[in-house]
Protein backbone atom coordinates (compact mmCIF):
# COMPACT_ATOMS: atom_id res chain seq x y z
CA UNK A 1 0.00 0.00 0.00
CA UNK A 2 1.52 3.28 -0.92
CA UNK A 3 1.30 6.30 1.31
CA UNK A 4 -1.91 8.14 1.19
CA UNK A 5 -2.37 11.52 -0.35
CA UNK A 6 -1.92 14.39 1.19
CA UNK A 7 -4.82 16.63 3.22
CA UNK A 8 -3.97 19.56 1.56
CA UNK A 9 -4.52 17.90 -1.85
CA UNK A 10 -7.61 16.04 -0.66
CA UNK A 11 -9.23 19.47 0.15
CA UNK A 12 -8.22 21.40 -2.90
CA UNK A 13 -9.56 18.53 -4.71
CA UNK A 14 -12.93 18.52 -2.80
CA UNK A 15 -13.48 22.43 -3.01
CA UNK A 16 -12.75 22.04 -6.89
CA UNK A 17 -15.53 19.37 -7.36
CA UNK A 18 -17.82 21.37 -4.86
CA UNK A 19 -17.84 24.80 -6.45
CA UNK A 20 -18.72 22.64 -9.66
CA UNK A 21 -15.67 21.41 -11.56
CA UNK A 22 -16.71 18.36 -13.31
CA UNK A 23 -15.07 15.15 -11.60
CA UNK A 24 -13.31 14.27 -14.95
CA UNK A 25 -11.57 17.39 -15.51
CA UNK A 26 -10.77 17.64 -11.63
CA UNK A 27 -8.85 14.24 -12.11
CA UNK A 28 -6.58 15.68 -15.27
CA UNK A 29 -6.23 19.22 -13.58
CA UNK A 30 -4.90 17.28 -10.29
CA UNK A 31 -3.51 14.32 -12.25
CA UNK A 32 -5.19 12.02 -9.78
CA UNK A 33 -7.49 8.55 -10.77
CA UNK A 34 -11.40 9.36 -10.94
CA UNK A 35 -11.90 6.47 -8.83
CA UNK A 36 -9.67 8.63 -6.10
CA UNK A 37 -12.36 11.01 -6.29
CA UNK A 38 -15.02 8.97 -5.75
CA UNK A 39 -13.63 7.17 -2.90
CA UNK A 40 -13.27 10.77 -1.44
CA UNK A 41 -16.60 12.18 -1.94
CA UNK A 42 -17.73 8.55 -0.16
CA UNK A 43 -15.56 8.95 2.46
CA UNK A 44 -16.50 12.75 3.15
CA UNK A 45 -20.02 11.27 3.10
CA UNK A 46 -19.10 8.47 5.82
CA UNK A 47 -17.03 10.58 8.15
CA UNK A 48 -17.35 14.01 7.68
CA UNK A 49 -13.78 15.03 6.96
CA UNK A 50 -11.37 14.03 4.32
CA UNK A 51 -8.22 12.86 6.72
CA UNK A 52 -6.36 9.70 5.69
CA UNK A 53 -6.58 6.60 7.78
CA UNK A 54 -3.45 6.33 10.26
CA UNK A 55 -2.16 3.58 12.48
CA UNK A 56 -2.59 0.87 9.83
CA UNK A 57 0.52 -2.06 9.35
CA UNK A 58 3.20 -0.88 6.91
CA UNK A 59 4.65 -3.81 6.16
CA UNK A 60 4.60 -7.84 7.11
CA UNK A 61 3.96 -8.03 11.12
CA UNK A 62 6.74 -9.44 12.56
CA UNK A 63 4.65 -12.27 14.71
CA UNK A 64 7.47 -13.55 17.45
CA UNK A 65 8.46 -10.38 19.30
CA UNK A 66 10.26 -11.80 21.92
CA UNK A 67 13.24 -13.19 20.63
CA UNK A 68 15.28 -14.39 23.59
CA UNK A 69 11.84 -16.67 24.84
CA UNK A 70 11.85 -18.03 21.02
CA UNK A 71 15.41 -19.05 21.71
CA UNK A 72 15.03 -20.59 25.05
CA UNK A 73 11.89 -22.39 23.30
CA UNK A 74 13.88 -23.58 20.52
CA UNK A 75 16.97 -24.60 22.87
CA UNK A 76 14.08 -27.09 24.90
CA UNK A 77 12.51 -28.16 22.07
CA UNK A 78 15.14 -28.94 18.97
CA UNK A 79 13.42 -31.82 17.37
CA UNK A 80 10.34 -29.83 17.00
CA UNK A 81 9.68 -28.72 12.91
CA UNK A 82 8.80 -25.11 11.83
CA UNK A 83 5.07 -25.89 11.28
CA UNK A 84 4.56 -27.33 14.64
CA UNK A 85 6.92 -24.46 16.42
CA UNK A 86 4.44 -22.11 13.62
CA UNK A 87 1.19 -23.90 15.59
CA UNK A 88 2.32 -23.07 19.23
CA UNK A 89 3.08 -19.36 18.57
CA UNK A 90 -0.11 -19.22 16.05
CA UNK A 91 2.08 -17.88 13.34
CA UNK A 92 3.12 -18.95 10.12
CA UNK A 93 5.20 -21.47 9.10
CA UNK A 94 7.80 -18.77 7.23
CA UNK A 95 7.49 -16.35 9.76
CA UNK A 96 8.94 -18.82 12.20
CA UNK A 97 11.70 -19.24 9.49
CA UNK A 98 12.40 -15.84 9.27
CA UNK A 99 12.54 -15.24 13.03
CA UNK A 100 15.05 -18.53 13.18
CA UNK A 101 17.30 -16.42 10.30
CA UNK A 102 17.12 -13.55 12.95
CA UNK A 103 18.36 -15.49 16.03
CA UNK A 104 21.18 -16.90 13.49
CA UNK A 105 20.24 -20.70 13.42
CA UNK A 106 20.12 -23.00 10.68
CA UNK A 107 17.68 -25.39 9.85
CA UNK A 108 18.94 -28.83 9.70
CA UNK A 109 18.80 -30.83 6.57
CA UNK A 110 19.83 -34.00 6.76
CA UNK A 111 19.93 -35.97 10.12
CA UNK A 112 22.37 -37.90 9.76
CA UNK A 113 26.10 -37.80 7.33
CA UNK A 114 25.29 -39.64 4.07
CA UNK A 115 28.51 -42.09 3.07
CA UNK A 116 29.96 -40.77 0.35
CA UNK A 117 29.07 -42.33 -3.48
CA UNK A 118 31.84 -45.13 -3.33
CA UNK A 119 31.07 -46.98 0.08
CA UNK A 120 27.58 -46.80 -1.33
CA UNK A 121 28.29 -48.92 -4.44
CA UNK A 122 30.85 -50.83 -2.12
CA UNK A 123 33.64 -49.63 -3.66
CA UNK A 124 37.00 -48.77 -1.64
CA UNK A 125 39.29 -46.32 -3.53
CA UNK A 126 41.61 -45.56 -0.41
CA UNK A 127 45.03 -48.28 -0.96
CA UNK A 128 46.14 -50.29 1.57
Request: glycine share 8%.
Amino acid sequence: MGSPYHLDLRKRVMKAIHAGMAKTKASEVFNICRQTIYSWIALEKERGHLEPKSDYQNGHGHGISDLDSFKKYVNNHPDQTQEEMAEKFSVGSSTIGRTLQKIRYTRKKRVTRTQSETKKKGVNLKKK
